[in-house]
């Protein structure tokens, strides 16, 4: 089944540019500039993430399998002091007290620390990223001053405890309150029923000394909404809950057993007025509440907008462990051997085989696509908190993005870690090969920090917005079709989303398009069309639900929600090939060029593929046309083949990253030596003769 | 948003038969009988499924989550000894030896432990599933009366080694030797090199006393092929490997971890001459080889076939954790509210999203579709293993059949595992609820007694050769498109798989049965049709593979794998709705009947929903009809709503199998207390005011 004119096998090919074949032009393989990829995809922070993955390189922050969950917690907390000693974790935080006011670079750094071991990454975002950013973002001089050194240095680890048993994803309807009294100059802090408890919070079943707790903010009769307080937890001594509160341990869970997750309960505990983190909103001592943000929604949504960096991270973080993970599974793929249906004595390695090629390459193209999607969302969100573009779009275009994105990268890295896993069969399924190990700690990725179909939700509901703002005045009926113009410039960073129609046009231009669909121009215009059309679609069909009552305008739009989740999507894969195709502009070596083409190539269209049946009946790829993408996806396979374990090795992941048997040469080693076994016992001839054999020759000698 | 006219929440409806609703014909109600669906679902063998459930509901069997895994595996040992004094393993043994010869009520007794503990499950199939099954289907009289009983009573745990670190799905290649010595009328087994280590192998870390090792029998220079060897592992007083055998640990697992899997390798082990299994093949004192098969070949896979059992034990026990989880997700998400879109205090309840139904809903009609399909399947086991209809044919497919049902239930029992974990969101992820838990058990099935996709290749060979068989003289142009009969009588558990081709026709009747999607003609149609073209296509392109050299020929099947296995799937899609639509025939209660029909549909729907881009490129389905798919799909998720607890009360699940503390009616509780609460607060004028509102009044004085 040899098809391929060059088979590097695992071999990493240094010189870049052409690999000129003596052979001649025809059979002239593109070669991979493996370091040059690698630089690109390490994006701006390139050296905070060499750092980063230098001390994820450490044994001292590996996770350690098979601990119970006390163990680990244990082993977690101890790194995360191991983390303040190598001042890996302070880049956020401001000069004045020690940071580095590094927004982007910090998170590019949090993130890394995933392939050390995913509880590690999450504790350290739960006090630094969450508790710590709460403090900084949502208090004021004075509570900086006096918190954050204790947060940074870890004397204070916290908790930040804002979802409720009750409520997760509907955040504005918590029913923890805090209720100003003006007789003591505090405010109390009650849960009035178990729904309320603060539930699934990490730090809070062990180590929180102190909390950021949400709550609704009660003064002089009136509920101005969620706002956040500051409150001391446990005694520092005796680790015992202080007066009032009280909590339990949500126990084991299906990963991330390195930290303490806990529920905390709270009966009318009092603290000082000045515990309000107040820079949105304070209440004086008379009980008097002011605000910058005149409107309870929006400054709701500010409040919480500051904490989208969670969501940032872990779409990086996603990346990072599919990339691992596709390492692992693509290096043994060219080692490991099954079957010999194409020789009697050489078994084909699993990557020749076309089911794996399309099982591993898909995943690998998506992972390429998401990890140049999260460096733009990245630069998005450094351009924000860093204060150089912080207008009130800007956060709304940064949080759209990040609902975009992490949805789609969570997702990926839990289908690519367990494709991974059955790619490797049993050897898959042992933890030393992790892939088993990291699925269960990504787990949760999928639903924490907004959950997936929730923040799809959120998406479609801006990309409405934005539709509704650009048609304000032009007749629906006549929208219902348009296309895209080429607005190549309009990268997604500055814009967060990319414009809904740049001009109104009839479906024929995209038709003619379709002609070549490995044209970079034709993808971007299906895919383009696909949101925009699904988009108008659901903008129509909801059409005046504001004149319905309340309750008939719900129950319209939940009829369209599936819809408006599978729009959502479609715009967010159109970031994610948008980025891709940023990259390959960036991309200098031709021969780097052509493969990441290819790549980027198989990633469009596997997304056309998944969607082919709008295509056609939508009158957008014709039957015919619509056959070819397959067709093509598999042609791309085998074009890629050669070049997949660079594609890997680009990622910069080292074996102390990887850290699975399975990739380690073990199993090349294990084939070369029963090879040269089988040479051996052939050459002398000790080889016992199959009975198959015996009998073919006892045939043939009858006939003769 | 509520549309439906009559909501149980929750409610166990008892009485059977239409509901005649007060208001009229129009707003009448199907009613399930919960208690007839569960005994149609407990299948052939509901007595021992009962029994087998009851044994499953003993707290002495449970998991316990968080213990580490030496723990884990000390419990599950102790479980299998409990098994044996409650007499639940020996069923499918001979009467003379205290079994029951019931291999159909043997499976479906092994397979309802998965809901105590999968590693219960596992390993107690591995203890009598396998080894005992080994020594019970390949040895002879001899061997039954030596070593049974002491399996049997588990005085000799035992492994099942036959898979090696370097040959899982190509059994025939493995390298392990078992080579005559006449001069001592021995066999000597040898692991000549690391790549043959038996790997995986379950009892053979600590417990394993005795060993069935499959190793190529060498005999006079002859390698007469695989067979299977007694073999004594470990001294029973010390637990010490005998001479020339070692092993190592496999360590921790992504899951089944109560379950000591291990590496065994034998270094010129000698074992006596009479420990070879031999009902297949026998070696005399003199070293001549005799078997009652003259073909390797079929000698291979007639040894192999005898150890079907385990693939469908896997594919009940995956419909079982399905069932479960869907049980609980469907509860809780009639119990959970989150946001409250359609009124101002009263938040919907989660199953009310079409979303949230749309992800539960089709796998809860995956889920019965499985269940009939498995049912069909154990009783095609019985048929064989019993000798009641046990042909060559028979055998082949009923092997065929599993292959075909095992992949799609173990992959539909992992995605059914994920998907109401993240329904549940936080609360999912905790271990007390389970999810997570089962999934992690689960996540091997996938690999386990046959690769996934190996399996669905196998299958898709046995369709290119049916295909072969039926259309042998005429012309392949001519065939490649065609139809299926109204053949509704061969039912699969009898043929193996639905008859190939019943008669040539246009493709005009399928169009023309496509008018009424929701008719079970044109779904039967529609989805025959697909299997029936792909295959055709495929073996159109094949043709002639045999007259091309090996490697070309294997190069250019390669080039059709994913085809292929695209249409294995279709296949057993096929089949599941096939056994869907034959139980559907069994049923009499009416509203029961039309709720199933709902489901049914809803199974067929999605089926074609998710090939839709086939249905069009094929000209099968118009564009117009496509779009009314998905249409019709939202209906039916409406129609199902009122019925979905009932649904997975016919489960027949009781608190002790699911033990979910989300599914114990805890949330409902908890949202009655809040709402309480509030209620309360409303009524005696303690709400603070909504600054929202307060705005409001503000601005209406203003404008007043």
Redesign the interface.
Known sequence: ???LVDRPAGNRRRPTTVAAAASGAASAQPAVDVDALGEQLLGKWAAVRLQARNLAASPELHKI??L??TEHRARVFGQLQYLVENEAVHRAFPESLGGSDDHGGNIAGFEELVVADPSLQIKAGVQWGLFGSAVMHLGTAEHHARWLPGIMNLEIPGCFAM?E??????VA?I?TTATYDPSTDEFVVHT?????WK??IGNAATDGLGAVVFA?L?TR?????VHAFYVDLRDPATKEFLPGIGGED??????LNGIDNGRLHFTNVRIPRTNLLNRYGDVDADGR?SSPIAS??RRFFTMLGTLVQGRVSLDGAAVAASKVALKAAIQYATERR???????TE??VLL????HQ?RLFTRLATTYAASFAHEQLLEKFDDVFSGAHDTDEDRQDLETLAAALKPLSTWHA?DTL?EC??AC????????NR???L??DL??Y???EG???VLLQLVAKRLLADYAKEFRSVDFGVLARYVVGQATGAAIHRTGLRQVAQFVADTGSVQKAAIALRDEESQRALLTDRVQTMVAEAATALKGTGRLS??K???L??????EL?DAAQAHAELLQWEAFTDALRAVTDPGTKQVLTWLRDLFGLSLI?KN??WY????RLS?QR??TV?EYI?RLLVKLRPHAVDLVDAFGYGEQHVRATIATGAEK???D??RA?FRSQRANGQA?????V??ARTVAGKRN
């Open positions: 089944m040899t098809e399998e098979g119970t969950h979802t048993t009750g409520h997760g994803s509907d309807s029913a009035p029923f178990r729904a309320a539930d699934y609704q009660v009769g009136v509920n101005h909404g949500d126990g084991v869970k299906g990963g509440y309870p929604g099954q079957f010999n249906a194409s020789s009697h078994e084909e020749d085989y076309q089911r399309k839990l367990q896993r059955e069969g049993g050897a898959g399924f042992l933890i030393e892939f088993a190990s699925r269960a787990d949760v999928a639903t924490f959950d997936n179909t309340q309750e305008g719900a129950a739009f939940n009829r369209h929600q599936n989740i593929e082919l049946s056609l009946m939508n009158g039957m619509g056959r397959g598999n080693k294990r084939q030596e029963a076994y016992p003769v199959d009975e198959k015996l009998i």
